[in-house]
Structure formats: structure tokens, C-alpha cells
């Protein structure tokens, strides 16, 4: 495959969570992939410092501040694209620990909102431009690797993220007709504002943890990630689609 398979100039892609963390990494790459990068979040601060990045690269990127909980904001911002959108990046997500015992109802409905819903309405809003315009596009979600195994105190998260990858499988059988491919990554642990939640302590006995299990004896960057959505996002993976790519060290491998 050449090199020029990842070229994205003259593409439109759009990224939820934009604001930091793995969006920020992939909003910067996919820009200098040559995208015009389409930046979504709620930190709009976080929004701005992205686009500066972008910029410095000699990018392109447009924001919009919103919610991705709130489907008509987000339908406004993706129908304000002018041109096809061939990307859509649904990469906005929360963290939230309980054990199964303690969940409470406002603590899986917060969760369900942001990471279930939140993609869901991207990936509708994304798969209805790219068939409004005849866009032979890519959506990519973000699963997670505590969706594979048993993870006390993430029911939450581990639900919603799996429901992700039914709804990533769901929609890539029911658009493929129209060239839309549709796949899902599921990163392993990933040092980003949300796994820095923790106390010192706690984040290095959590890393080392990860780093003791995986194969390259390391943890992964937001970095990492961006180029596995750079490779879902571009022609690179023409023949792709309803999958789940899990770039996680190696600490998981399952069938």
C-alpha cells in the first residue's frame, strides 16, 4: 500500500472530545494528514489550545463548542460543514469508578449519556452527511479495552464502552451499501487527563501494573491512538469495516 493511501488532503473530518487528550492528538494528525479538521467539545479553552497546535502544523481546524449529550447542537455543528464530511471521529468520552453494589441510577445514566449516546448521535449525524453527499467516508469509535475482561469498579464505563462496539457493528452492516465503513478501536492504557485522575501514587502502581503485563513494556500515548484513527480514516483500510483494532501493548488478546 503506498504512502499516499493515508493522504487526507481535500478531506473534511469531524472529532468529539477534541479538546484534549487522544481527540487533541488525532484532531493535530488527521490536520496534518491535510483533513480540515472539524474540533467538538465542551472545554472551550481546551478547544482553542487544539487549534493552536493545529495551526503550528500548518493546519486547519474549525471548533464547536458543544455537548456531545445534546443532539441537536451536534446536528447543527456537523450540518454546518460546508462540502462532504468524509471522517467522523467519535472520540469524546467520561470515566466514572463504582462498584456494582454502590452505582447509583444518575451515575450509569451521566455515563450512558456521554459515552454511549454521545457516539451514537455522532455516528448518526456523520452517517447521514456522508449519505446526503454520496461520501464513500469512515467512522471511527472509541471502544476501550475494559470492555475484554473483568474490571472491579467499571461497570459503567465497561458497559457503555461495549454497547459501543455493537452499535459500531450495528451501523457498519447497515451503511456499507453506501460505502461508509464504520469501526471501532479499543485502546488499552492510555496516559491522558482522564487516567491522570489519580493520586501520584496510585497512576504509577497503575502503570506499572500495565507496563509489567504488557509485551513492549510500556504504556501508550494519545499518539498511539491517533494513528490507529488515522489508519481507520484513511484509504489505507478501504476494506475494513465492523472492526474492532486494539492497540493496547499487548496486554490483551483475545480472539
Request: aromatic share 4%; charged share 20%; net charge neutral.
Amino acid at each position: 500500500m503506498p504512502l499516499t493511501a493515508y493522504d487526507l488532503s481535500g478531506r473534511t473530518a469531524f472529532v468529539t472530545g477534541a479538546a484534549g487528550g487522544i481527540g487533541r492528538a488525532t484532531s493535530v494528525l488527521l490536520a496534518e494528514a491535510g483533513a480540515t479538521v472539524h474540533c467538538a467539545d465542551r472545554d472551550e479553552p481546551g478547544l482553542r489550545e487544539t487549534a493552536a497546535l493545529v495551526a503550528e502544523r500548518g493546519g486547519t481546524a474549525r471548533l464547536h463548542p458543544l455537548d456531545v449529550t445534546d443532539r441537536t447542537a451536534l446536528a447543527a455543528a456537523v450540518g454546518s460543514i460546508a462540502g462532504p464530511l468524509h471522517v467522523m471521529a467519535a472520540i469524546a468520552g467520561i470515566m466514572h469508578t463504582s462498584t456494582v453494589l454502590e452505582t447509583r441510577d444518575e451515575d450509569l445514566d451521566r455515563v450512558l449519556a456521554v459515552n454511549f449516546k454521545g457516539v451514537l448521535y455522532a455516528c448518526q449525524e456523520g452517517a447521514r452527511s456522508m449519505i446526503a453527499s454520496g461520501t464513500r467516508g469512515s467512522v471511527v469509535t472509541m471502544a476501550s479495552g475494559a470492555m475484554d475482561s473483568a474490571s472491579a469498579g467499571l461497570l459503567c464505563y465497561s458497559v457503555a464502552k461495549a454497547a459501543v462496539v455493537q452499535l459500531t457493528k450495528t451501523l457498519a452492516t447497515e451503511v456499507g451499501r453506501h460505502g461508509i465503513r464504520v469501526n471501532a478501536i479499543a485502546p488499552g492504557w492510555i496516559r491522558t487527563p482522564m487516567t491522570d485522575r489519580h493520586e501520584p501514587a496510585t497512576q504509577e502502581q497503575a502503570e506499572a501494573a500495565m507496563v509489567r503485563h504488557s509485551p513492549l513494556r510500556r504504556v501508550g500515548v494519545p499518539e498511539d491512538i491517533a494513528h490507529a484513527v488515522l489508519h481507520l480514516a484513511s484509504d489505507a483500510s478501504s476494506f475494513t469495516t465492523g472492526q474492532i483494532l486494539r492497540p493496547n501493548g499487548g496486554v490483551a488478546m483475545p480472539w
